[in-house]
Each structure stands twice: as C-alpha cells, then as structure tokens.
C-alpha cells in the first residue's frame, strides 16, 4: 500500500479496491501490488504490478488532473509515435476498446511502465541522444493527420499572466519579467518568426521526462504540453534543462551537441539557428511566470503542487545578459 508521505504527491488517491476494478477492465491480468509515482506535478500518476499466466509486468496509471494541451489528439498522437518506433508509452485498450477510463470525472491512461532512469547531470551522450530523439519526434508526427491546438503559451499568455503577477514580485524581478515579455512579444509578431518551421511540439522535454539505461535513451514521458508550435521551441525547452548550469549558464558544449545531433536528422533552417536565443529566452520566460502563478497560488493556501520558478529567472537573466550566436557552420 503507498506510504502516506508518497500519497501527498498525488491529487487523486485510489483505495485497493478501486484500483483491483479498473485493472479488471484491462487484459493485463491480477493486480498484486501498486504505489504512486512521486515525481509528477500536473497528473496523479500510480506504478502498477499485474501478474498473467506467471509472468509480471509493471503499468504507468496517468490521471489527467488538468486537460491536456493536445485535447482528443493525445491519444493519436502517442498512437503514431509508438507506430513510428519511438520509444513513447504505447496507450492500452480496455476490453471494450476505450483508450480513456474515467476517475471521478478525470480520463485515465494506462500505459506500460518504460525501463530506465532519469539523469541529474547530462552527458554529451545522453544530450545527443535527446537532440536525435526530438528530430525525430518531429518528423514522424509531421507524417501524422493530428489536429493539434495551437501552443498555448504565446504572446497573449505572456501578457495576461504579466498582469496576474503584477505587484506580486520583488521590483527587479517585476522589471525583469516585464521587459522580457516585451521584447518576447515583438520578436513573435515578427513576420520573419511567423514563418518559422511548426509541427508538433512536446513542449515539456524536461530531464524528468526522459529515461536513460546503459545502453541509451529508453523512454520519454509526459505529452501533457504537447501542441502546435515552432519546432525551434522543442530545442530551447530542452537546452534550459539539460545543457544549463546551476546558475543559469548556457553551457555551449552541450547545447552544440544537442543542435548537431538533431540537425544530422532534421537539418535546421538558418532562420531557426538565428532565432534560437530568442526562443531560449521565451522558453524559460514562459516557465518562470507559470511556476510563480502556481507559487502565488501556493501562497494564497492553494493545495496545487509547483516547482521552484527561481530556476528560470536565474536562466532568463543570464539569456538576457549573455547573447548566444550559432552559425550554421558549426552544426557541419
């Protein structure tokens, strides 16, 4: 049975025997044991065990605390990811053939419970190999009919959660965040960003999204951001995590990899290489203000769990005040 210290880290707490009726809706056999996973902070997710004809397998249980940004096509879109071969959690059917089950009113997804681990300190192996990964990404969902929204966090989202934290912050970081958002703004009415390539976007391709063995990346989780958006985004999401350091620095070796290894796959236009610095600052702007709404909601005696914002205001000053040039010369 989970711990009470592990169960504060899900919103939607299952009994045993709540748990022992959706398995039995499934064609995965007996439940033996479960426990929740402790590191989600938008959907409750729960580990389950199951045993069928003497052989156990392990299940990811995802409740959807907050609809998805992808709406209806989440689940065509893992579909076509996993047809592609990436290494995605495939949807499983219940026995009626519904890829969704309801929890109080919230879908539920099961998935196979993927191999690996997550990685605190990245090597350059490791970033290669999301840079490959995202390529890809991109690609086999650029063959795929999805009917994705839009990516919600743009210029108008920007200016209204502006105004949510105004007066909220310390002055500096007020100012800070207000002339970032302007300037964020600008270069996205430009007509030379409008024209930049879109597909569909992860969106969230954070360290604890992905899974890594001896032998690799295994598994990458969590398609609760995933939209339509600028493919150079996907990149600058995933260089604020995995190529900065505890300061906030770019660390340009690692960013390098990241870009070489998806360029091999899907080559970047000049006009995205160019504009990168302006998407890595927009990424860790639109982080920033989402965690210090949820940390003022905190504040407020919200029960809604968060992750430090003072993260990404460290990672927008130094973009601010460190200007990072790619040539297309040193992604051959």
């Given at each position: 049975m ?21 398995v039995h809706r499934?064609?995965i056999g ?14 409750s997710?729960?580990?389950l065990?199951?045993?069928?004809c003497?052989?156990e ?7 959807m605390e907050q609809?998805?940004n ?14 592609a ?10 026995v ?7 929890l109080?009113?919230?879908?539920a997804?099961?998935?196979?419970r ?23 990404f ?6 795929a ?9 743009d210029?108008a989202?920007l200016?209204?959660n ?15 965040m ?17 024209e ?5 976007i992860h969106?969230?391709?954070?360290r ?5 063995n001896?032998w ?16 150079v ?22 960013t ?13 236009a000049?006009q995205e ?10 990424a860790?702007?639109a982080f ?15 029960a ?10 460290r990672?927008?000053?130094h973009?601010?005040a ?5 040539s297309?010369e040193r992604?051959?």
């Open positions: 989970p711990s009470p210290a592990a169960s504060a880290n899900v919103a939607t707490e299952l009994d045993l025997l709540r748990l022992e009726r959706l499934y064609d007996e439940l033996i044991r479960h426990w929740p996973a402790t590191a989600g902070i938008e959907n997710n729960y580990f065990a199951t045993r069928k003497g052989v397998r392990q299940y990811v249980l995802t409740i609809p998805a992808a709406g209806e096509a989440l689940v065509p879109l893992l579909d076509a990811c996993a047809a071969g990436l290494p995605v959690p495939a949807v499983i059917r219940t009626d053939g519904e890829p969704l089950y309801p109080d009113g919230k879908p997804l099961l998935c196979p993927l191999p690996g681990r997550h990685v605190c300190n990245p090597t350059l192996r490791q970033v290669e190999a999301l840079g490959r990964f995202i390529a890809r991109h690609l086999a969902t650029e063959a009919d999805l009917s994705l929204p839009d990516y919600p966090r210029g989202w200016d209204a502006l105004q949510a934290l105004q007066g909220r912050l310390p002055y500096g970081d007020q100012t800070l207000r002339e970032t958002a302007s300037r964020i703004a600008a270069a996205l009415e430009r007509r030379d960003v409008t930049l390539p879109r597909g569909t969106g969230d391709l954070f604890d999204n992905a899974l890594f001896e690799g990346l295994c598994g990458v989780l969590d398609f609760h951001h995933a939209s339509r958006g600028f493919l985004y996907d990149l600058a999401v995933a260089a604020n995590d995995w190529c900065t350091e505890s300061n906030g620095t770019l660390d340009p070796e690692r390098l990899a990241l870009l070489r290894a998806y360029h091999a796959l899907r080559p970047l000049a290489l160019w504009y990168f610095p302006v998407f890595a600052l927009y860790a702007l920033w203000m989402s965690r210090a709404v949820v940390a003022q909601k905190q504040r407020r005696g919200a809604v769990r968060s992750n430090n914002p003072d993260e990404f205001r990672i927008v000053a973009h601010r460190h200007f990072f040039y790619l297309p992604l051959d």
